[in-house]
């Protein structure tokens, strides 16, 4: 494989200083997330808590997203995307704060976790939106779309890393401060940017009327039903074991975290090898069969977790949990953006953002309250049970989701047939 191919969409400016300030920004955004789970841990060692705060993070986006969309639609994506990393930032300087002030509680995490949320919920179907424009050669958008799932996992694999050697030698604050000040790097390469305006529903409809239209597309063609159902489920039951890592770290394990920082990171390992592989590919067509077989990775990675004793088993098998959700996130991404009407952009990666991120909460949730009862271990098994009963029930709707998607791939000119593929 070429490297020019593997890293073309970096050729186009506005992504290449997208890439490199988003980049530096997610290290700090990952510390603070693994920081943010030990710290919670910490002060009160209850999963309901640990599962309560993810449920804050992230509940705003399956809440707001819809309404989201519309805005996203209707607004300057540029701008939007903009001022939510300002408002991201002032949000990550208030925990440093809270953190040096000596005056942290589990309620100040909790409220800020909420803030972000709802920071998030506006930026996730924005920042989606802008990949588009961003990119000056359609066929390269999904190359940006798997380089950005690299960026994100390169990102993770760093973070808590760091995130779990600084909280054990000096605490929770420095990981708060650090993410705040690497959001000048995103703002920095988002202002350098020279963007075209998005097309965007007139102003003058209806704004109700925009939504349901948006829910009308998206859930009345079967493509974008399935693609949404299943990543939904994979979030409520498969992501959210990433909430329960600091019981893996402490309980399973007997260590500290920095255990914790190194499962994140192993899983981002695969990641980043699903990420490379499907920014390796060269069309779209045939990720339909990606899709179906990643969350049985997914599904058998978290089993094994959950019946792993021994820390070492453990650091081996978090990379297929890793592969298996990052291949089908990004997959999903990509199918959704090159099958989806361009007006239409940031509803659609609203619902995705819905599905993806807004899931995770109510899964983090149920997940916690679900550990109190059986135990961290069973929980990650029976999660991982759902994510491969899902993948066999996607895999019998290809057939269908071909014939109605080859339409569209013939229309936009990707591929004459997919049927052979």
């Known amino acids: 494989m070429k490297f020019e191919m593997l890293f073309r969409s970096l050729k186009h400016r506005n992504y290449r200083l997208f890439f490199l300030g988003q980049g530096i920004s ?18 009160s060692h209850s999963a309901f808590l640990l599962g309560l705060t993810g449920f804050a993070s992230r509940i705003p986006t399956f809440v707001l997203a819809p309404f989201a969309g519309v805005l996203v639609d209707r607004l300057d ?57 961003m990119i000056d050669k359609p066929e390269d958008l999904s190359n940006a779309i798997a380089l950005n799932s690299t960026m994100v996992n390169g990102a993770r694999l760093i973070g808590p890393s760091i995130a779990g050697i600084l909280t054990a030698v000096v605490g929770e604050a420095l990981c708060f401060l650090i993410n705040g000040l690497t959001y000048t790097a995103v703002i920095a390469g988002l202002l350098m940017m020279r963007v075209k305006p998005n097309a965007r529903i007139e102003k003058k409809t209806n704004a109700f009327d925009n939504l349901k239209e948006g829910f009308s597309y998206a859930f009345g063609f079967l493509p974008i039903r399935h693609l949404l159902f299943l990543l939904a489920l994979v ?3 498969g992501v959210s074991y990433t909430q329960l890592l600091p019981i893996f770290s402490q309980q399973v394990f007997h260590g500290d975290a920095s255990t914790q920082g190194f499962l994140f990171s192993s899983a981002a390992i695969g990641a980043l090898v699903g990420a490379l592989y499907l920014a390796g590919r060269k069309d779209v067509p045939g990720l339909e069969r990606v899709i179906a077989w990643s969350p049985m990775i997914l599904g058998g990675g978290l089993i094994g977790l959950g019946f792993s004793s021994r820390l070492w088993l453990s650091l081996a098998i978090m990379p297929f949990i890793g592969l ?37 909460p109510l899964g983090s949730l149920f997940a916690g309250i679900l550990a ?24 019998r709707q290809i057939p269908r989701f071909r ?19």
């Open 403 to 421: 014939e109605l998607v080859h339409p569209i791939y013939v229309r936009k000119g990707i591929l004459l047939e997919i049927h052979n593929r």
């Open 324 to 360: 298996g959700q990052i291949v089908q996130m990004a997959s999903t991404n990509t199918v959704l953006q090159t099958i989806v009407d361009d007006d239409k952009r940031g509803r659609i990666m609203s619902f995705y953002s819905m599905a993806f991120m807004g899931m995770v």
């Open 372 to 395: 109190e009862y059986i135990g961290a271990p069973l929980t990650v098994i029976l999660g991982g049970v759902c994510c491969i009963a899902g993948s066999f029930s996607f895999a």
């Open 77 to 133: 994506r540029y701008r939007l995307v903009i001022w939510a990393q300002v408002f991201s930032m002032i949000q990550a300087l208030m925990l440093a704060a809270l953190m040096y002030s000596g005056r942290i509680q589990i309620w100040h995490v909790i409220v800020l976790s909420l803030v972000l949320g709802f920071i998030n919920a506006l930026d996730l179907p924005a920042r989606q939106s802008l990949l588009v424009q």
């Open 235 to 237: 979030s409520f039951t």
């Open 26 to 43: 997610l290290i700090g955004t990952w510390m603070q997330m693994t920081a943010v789970t030990w710290l919670v841990w910490r002060l």
